[in-house]
């Protein structure tokens, strides 16, 4: 029961540089997200997917991009990390309309 | 667009205590409403979700939410908190559209005093 897996779990980053969030789930889920959590904000949407083949602009998207790989994997790329991207990132799966999600156990990214 | 407002950043009680976290929604009809719980270091977990029906919901861990419409609220409450119940609550409000995107609370963080 490996449910939403995050990779990696940890990375520091300078500023410019890009890199890849990986995410994939095991549970045949439909939908996919992106949230961003800071201090005093809860969590916000990035980007989701809603299906295979599908992807739309959450709340906060600028810096970012995804790729819905295939229905399990759903990645989240930064082109050139600024220190404002310092956060952490959850991954999450739902299988669309009704029901709550789960969740990834989050990737802790800092910028320098 | 909904929104969620949770009024406690923090709370303290002692293990024992009855506990109650307040979450106010705003959303023109009736929303889906979520409780999730944060350990340290963890993802987010599902405690509970209100679709519809009955406005009292149980969910896992011994927590209980009500829904009040009147109130736009969807109050978290557990009779008697255990020392690992210490974590951080969300409260989410989902909008009834095509697309089930869900909109988290800031969070309130709950210590517990042994």
């Known amino acids: 029961n490996a449910g939403v897996t995050q990779t990696p779990k940890f990375q520091v980053l300078k500023t410019g540089q890009s890199m890849t969030l990986q995410c994939a789930q095991d549970m045949n889920h439909n939908s996919m997200y992106w949230y961003r959590q800071d201090p005093g904000m809860g969590l916000r949407l990035i980007y989701y997917s809603a299906s295979e083949g599908t992807t739309d602009k959450g709340e906060v998207p600028n810096g970012y991009n995804v790729s819905r790989l295939n229905k399990r994997e759903f990645s989240l790329r930064l082109e050139s990390a600024a220190p404002s991207q310092t956060s952490v990132y959850f991954c999450?799966?739902?299988?669309?309309?009704?029901?709550?999600?789960?969740f990834g156990s989050g990737t802790r990214l800092t910028v320098v | 667009a909904q929104s969620v407002t949770q009024p406690d950043i923090h709370i303290t009680v002692s293990e024992g205590a009855s506990l109650e976290l307040r979450c106010n929604y705003s959303?023109?009809?009736?929303?889906?409403l979520f409780w999730y719980v944060q350990s340290p270091g963890q993802g987010l977990q599902l405690l509970l979700k209100y679709f519809s029906g009955d406005t009292l919901v149980q969910g896992i861990k011994g927590f209980e939410a009500e829904f009040k419409r009147s109130q736009s609220s969807f109050n978290l409450r557990k009779p008697s908190v255990h020392w690992s119940d210490a974590a951080e609550y969300f409260c989410a409000v989902g909008a009834r559209t095509s697309y089930d995107k869900v909109i988290f609370g800031p969070g309130t963080s709950l210590s517990v005093i042994p």
């Open positions: 959303y023109g009809a009736t929303p889906y």
């Open positions: 999450a799966s739902s299988e669309g309309g009704i029901g709550g999600y789960t």
